[in-house]
T-cell receptor
C-alpha cells in the first residue's frame, strides 16, 4: 500500500513564525504535491515537484517555498506565517502516467495538516 | 477554461436513497475523469475513474461520462451513512506539467440514518 505521511495533524503557530510542513512517501513516486484546502475554494495547488531538487509553482505559490532534497520527502515552508495561511494542507504523490492499478495520474494523499496561525 | 465545475452542496439524503453527484467540464476532448472521496479530517482517496464516455460500475457506485453535454456523474445506490463524505471530481491537466490533476471544489454529502 502506498503511504503518504505528514509530520503533524494539527499545528498552531504565531504570525511571523517560519513554519515547516514535512511530507514523506514510501512508494518511490517521482511526483509530489502540496495543496491547501479551504471551504468553498476546494483544493488549490501550491507547488509540485517532479524530481529531486526540481519544483514548479502551482496556482497559489505566494508566501510559500518548497524543498525536495530526497525523492521520498517534500517540504513546504511558510517563510513568515500569516493568518490568511490558516488552512488544511494536503500532500500527495504520484507517478507520471499510469499507476500499478492502471489509473492515469492517480494521486495518493496524506492525512493533512490543519495549520492555525494566530 | 481550466476548471472542473462542481456544485458544492451540501447534499443531505436519507439512508437508502439514490445519490447523483455531478460535474461539468469545458473541453470535449477531455476523456479521463476521476472521482475522489474525502472523509472528514482525512485526505482524499481515489474512488473511481472513467475513460471516454459511458458508464463504469463498482458495487453501489456508477461513474458516467456524457461527452455530448460535457457532464460527468457519480451515482450511489442504496446510500449508507458511511457514504457521508466530500466527493471531488478531477481530470488530468492536459497541456500542463505531467502528473497534475485539476479538481472540482467538491460536493459534501450527508446520508442520514
Amino acid at each position: 500500500d502506498v503511504k503518504v505521511t505528514q509530520s503533524s495533524r494539527y499545528l498552531v503557530k504565531r504570525t511571523g513564525e517560519k513554519v515547516f510542513l514535512e511530507c514523506v512517501q514510501d512508494m518511490d513516486h517521482e511526483n509530489m504535491f502540496w495543496y491547501r484546502q479551504d471551504p468553498g475554494l476546494g483544493l488549490r495547488l501550491i507547488y509540485f515537484s517532479y524530481d529531486v531538487k526540481m519544483k514548479e509553482k502551482g496556482d497559489i505559490p505566494e508566501g510559500y517555498s518548497v524543498s525536495r532534497e530526497k525523492k521520498e520527502r517534500f517540504s513546504l515552508i511558510l517563510e513568515s506565517a500569516s493568518t490568511n495561511q490558516t488552512s488544511m494542507y494536503l500532500c500527495a504523490s504520484s507517478i507520471p502516467g499510469t499507476s500499478g492499478s492502471g489509473v492515469y495520474n492517480e494521486q495518493f494523499f496524506g492525512p493533512g495538516t490543519r495549520l492555525t496561525v494566530l | 477554461q481550466k476548471e472542473v465545475e462542481q456544485d458544492p452542496g451540501p447534499l443531505s439524503v436519507p439512508e437508502g436513497a439514490i445519490v447523483s453527484l455531478n460535474c461539468t467540464y469545458s473541453n470535449s476532448a477531455f476523456q479521463y475523469f476521476m472521482w475522489y472521496r474525502q472523509y472528514s479530517r482525512k485526505g482524499p482517496e481515489l474512488l473511481m475513474y472513467t475513460y471516454s464516455s459511458g458508464n463504469k460500475e463498482d458495487g453501489r457506485f456508477t461513474a458516467q461520462v456524457d461527452k455530448s453535454s460535457k457532464y460527468i456523474s457519480l451515482f450511489i445506490r442504496d446510500s449508507q451513512p458511511s457514504d457521508s463524505a466530500t466527493y471531488l471530481c478531477a481530470r488530468p491537466n492536459y497541456g500542463g506539467s505531467q502528473g497534475n490533476l485539476i479538481f472540482g471544489k467538491g460536493t459534501k454529502l450527508s446520508v442520514k440514518p
